[in-house]
């Protein structure tokens, strides 16, 4: 397995305290974490775009189980800090093909924590079964 990945999820998210809907595309990638607009869903729900490193990210749980969703609070640009609820399917393909959306995200998160650096498919993997106590499923 290569150290490098990068997943893409067509989805949805909301802001925490707001009851509205953003179509996203979702990119997971060793990097960090990515949202753009849905560009099939163009005008439907309201948009939003932002990148944020690993490093940056404040706070990440699974809410609302079994639901797929995890609340990610991170740093915004004028200082203040932004906390959105992202619905993550299960995953499909690559290397994490069949793991839980939300609990891949954990594990992603914890392993960089590990090093400081972004993680390879390797250490990921590893992590997996302890986020999800024992399954990759």
Known sequence: ???RFSLVLRTCM???TQDCTYFIVLTLTDAGIA?????????LGFEEQWFTPWSEVMSLEHVRPPEPIVRI???????Q????DIRIPPIADGPFA?????????AILAAFQETHH????????RILPE???????
């Open 1 to 3: 397995m290569g150290d």
């Open 14 to 16: 909301a802001p925490w």
């Open 35 to 43: 949202v753009e607009p849905d560009p099939l869903k163009r005008g």
């Open 73 to 79: 609070e991170f740093p915004t640009s004028n200082g």
């Open 81 to 84: 800090t932004a906390i959105r």
């Open 98 to 106: 069949g793991c839980s959306g939300p609990h891949l995200v954990e």
């Open 118 to 125: 972004p993680p390879s498919v390797e250490q990921v993997a």
């Open 131 to 137: 986020v999800h106590g024992g399954s990759r499923a």
